[in-house]
């Protein structure tokens, strides 16, 4: 009986496991195919805020995008 129990428990916490860590890679999969947000975006947002942005301020934005995805 406690054995059996034991089991399902083992079970469900590597079911758990397994299942998180296949969830992470497809979303890192799908991030990388399809971004939050891209140059384009970038250059309407800062544009809105009254700067025109240059193709190097650009960059460094999506550069700082990328390192903490």
Known sequence: MLHDILLILLGLV???I???LIARIVMKKYLQKNPPI???MIEV???SMG???SQKQ???VMK???KYM
């Open 14 to 16: 590597v079911g758990i």
């Open 18 to 20: 397994i299942g998180f």
């Open 38 to 40: 891209n140059e384009k």
């Open 45 to 47: 947002m800062m544009s």
């Open 51 to 53: 700067r025109k942005p």
């Open 58 to 60: 650009v960059n460094q």
């Open 64 to 66: 700082q995008m990328t």
